[in-house]
């Protein structure tokens, strides 16, 4: 990958970098560790997201460059761009209302992810690493292959090693989800040698919380709902759960690992109510494929998490329907 990635940013000038809805750690992080090098080079780039970055992230974005994507003022910028990034993201869909104007750029597009998922031939370069347990990390690699064999000069600088730590912490359940493994806690250490601090940047992310968060996971954990053996755990949220808690869908992300936390658990799934239909969360342990429940309701993602969402569709009947559908996924599949 590394040597065409390489000479595609020196040999353009005009960059745009974007990342899912919702963005997580690991977008944020991703981009802005990657526009931060570009940058260095003397390059124009802009960060352009459908949603707003979170509050808990904001901190990674110092200087304030992350954008949100306004049609108005934006489209020209990626109609006209020499090259687009697409990061931590696995399909068109999920960058929303950014996908008619990526897909009529003359921009040469770029995706890095870890997940499956994009049809490669829609992409001029197409670096997934599904080994990778986030994006973070293969830009790691990126930037180092980039400090030892191309420039000889240092890439990865204290924010730089910020993004990217965060970029990991968050995508890794703070170093403990499958597909951690020694290689990530090697470039954890290195990141660390730039002076981070693990706990600031935990206590940024996650130590974040407000009453209503806490409220709502409260009406969360009391919704759990065990079926097969408790193999199957499943919670449900609905719009009067956030009205009644001052809160909004965003504030459940972390909630399903509740779920995982019983031990009889290989499944669990959270259904969330939204203003135009349901989401569907799925979570699973070891080889319980999710991501093939999921794509039963048109979603995707990967083996351990993956997700679905059904425009104008009924909480109730959903949740029948996919419990139903989750008994031939809850037995773990052996591979020899
Ligand atoms: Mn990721």
């Known amino acids: 990958m590394n040597k065409d990635i390489v000479d595609l940013i020196n040999n353009n000038q005009e960059f745009i970098l974007t990342s899912h809805v919702n963005p997580d750690g690991d977008s944020i992080g991703s981009e802005i560790a990657l526009f931060i090098y570009i940058k260095s080079l003397g390059k124009n780039a802009r960060i352009l997201n459908y949603s707003p970055t979170p509050d808990n992230y904001t901190f990674l974005d110092k200087d304030k460059v992350i954008e949100q994507f306004d049609e108005t003022k934006h489209k020209d910028m990626i109609l006209n761009a020499d090259v687009i990034f697409i990061l931590d993201t696995n ?27 994009f049809k490669p031939e829609e992409f001029d370069y197409y670096i997934i690493d599904t080994n990778s347990p986030a994006t973070g990390e293969i830009l790691y690699r ?23 730590y965060t970029a990991i912490m ?20 290195e990141l660390l040698k730039h002076g981070i601090n693990p706990y600031d940047i935990y206590s940024k992310v996650y130590n974040n ?4 968060k806490l409220h709502l996971l409260g009406r ?11 193999r199957l755990a ?22 399903s690992t509740h779920l995982l936390s019983l031990s009889t658990v290989t499944l669990g799934i959270v259904f969330t109510e939204t203003k135009n239909g349901v989401k569907l969360s799925f979570r699973s342990k070891g080889n319980v494929y999710s991501n093939l429940l999921a794509k039963e ?7 351990n998490a ?11 009947d959903l949740i029948e329907e996919a419990v139903k559908k989750a008994e031939k996924y809850l037995e773990e599949i052996k591979i020899n």
Do not use: C, W
């Open 306 to 316: 993956s997700g679905a969402f059904v425009a104008g569709g009924r909480i109730n």
């Open 220 to 230: 969360f954990l009391e919704n759990v709902k065990l079926l097969y053996e408790g």
């Open 234 to 255: 499943y919670s449900t949220m609905l719009q009067k759960d956030f009205k009644e808690t001052d809160t909004d869908e965003y504030a459940i992300e972390g909630f």
């Open 91 to 117: 399909e068109y869909e999920r960058i929303r209302t950014l996908e008619p104007f990526i897909k009529l750029s003359s921009a040469k597009k770029t995706v890095i992810d870890h997940h499956l998922g």
């Open 142 to 164: 990126f930037f180092k292959d980039i400090e030892i064999n191309y420039s000889g000069k240092k890439i990865i600088n204290p924010q730089i090693a910020e993004a990217l």
């Open 209 to 212: 919380a407000t009453a209503g």
């Open 170 to 189: 968050t995508d890794t359940g703070s170093f403990k989800y499958e597909r951690t493994d020694a290689e990530t806690h090697l470039i954890i250490s």
């Open 297 to 303: 309701f048109g979603g995707g993602g990967h083996q």
